[in-house]
């Protein structure tokens, strides 16, 4: 018998669209609650349609929605405010990532759901923050990224600062506002009240910034970019292999590096009492990142990875998709998923993290049509689908 999710029996009410809110949702999903996504008529959200589209869908949208009920609603309506403010009433969670004061110009701010629902825990996702002198500025997860630290550290110093290929700030977001809500519901179990969690995308990405802001502090000292190289941890880089195609090497632990230089036939390396310990390595960073890829570059990337395996170095090829997607320990653990589409084909999709024991997430089938569940559950709010039409278009 298939335990229950752990999340199952609460109500989540999604606003807001594209990244950051949607996932925070998306994962409360995949662990049991029952989540309403409320979408404008017409489009829906606009991540429906970014980047790669099958048979008008994008793919990414049977990521970002996978488990969730689509209501198309107009919420700049006073008759759809309305109809939200009572699935807000029903609800445990409250997701929204608007621009601060949107929800209260909408009659929808915490105070005013909390007074009928003092329970309820309202999850807020924004670019600054629901105060400070930034809070109404629009933000997306880059601008987070750029406020927060990450884009200057970011790439390598003769190029302008990069990007990482991804959404991260919103993510890191999500993430934040998932673990916000857990804890506010915690804290709703022993004393019977709600509130609000605030999450900034500059805040969670600034958050993740490691030692950036005490080394400043004490020495004055700004990180830059240092391409594949993190200064001061050593050795941890990606090195040239013989196809011209990249490893990367984690053996900065005391222990590792001597068996990484076992691994490379360096016993002088491994004997060297000026490379036992990181601060030694680090002040010969670049001289010994040149010995280890002497080595590497002398060698193809299997032969580096099987005798680094060998010996217990941490290393990897650079995964492209094509490799992840061919990856037996990916597949033994879940992370390759198919979903059958409405056309009867099958879409890979990632598996569900983090892994319960006893109680997993999972999922059914993709992100919803727009509107799919409009009916039903405006049905048991009592609504009547004919005289809610005008909302829906």
Known sequence: MTAARPLAGLKVLELGALIAGPFCAKILAEFGAEVIKIEPPGQGDPLRKWRYVKDGTSVWWHVQSRGKKSVALDLRKPEGQAIARKLALAAD???????????????????????????????????????????????????????????????????????????IGDTLSALYGVIGAMMALESRRKTGRGQVVDVALYESVFSVMESLLPEFDAFGAIRERTGSILPGIAPSSA?????GSFVLIGANADSIFKRLCKAMG??????????????????????????????????SPSEILTALESAAVPASKIYSIADIAADPHYAAREMIRQIRLADGAMLKVPGVVPKLSATPGDFDGGGPALGEHTDAVLGELGYDATAIADLRR
């Not at 090195?239 to 196809?243: E, G, H, L, N």
């Not at 491994?270 to 890829?293: F, K, T, V």
């Open 93 to 167: 969670i409250v997701v929204e990532n608007f621009r601060p004061g949107t929800m209260e110009e909408w009659g929808l701010g915490y105070d005013a759901l909390a007074a009928g629902n003092p329970g309820l825990v309202m999850v807020r996702i924004s670019g600054y923050g629901q105060t400070g002198p930034y809070r109404e500025r629009p933000g997306f997860g880059v601008i987070g990224e750029a406020m927060g630290g990450l884009r200057h550290v970011t790439g390598t110093p003769d190029r302008p600062p990069s990007r990482t290929g991804i959404s």
């Open 239 to 243: 090195y040239r292999c013989s196809d």
């Open 266 to 299: 360096r016993d002088d390396l491994a004997g060297d009492a000026s490379l036992a310990h990181n601060d030694g390595r680090a002040a010969r960073q670049a001289w010994l990142d040149g010995e280890i890829e002497a080595w590497t570059s002398a060698r």
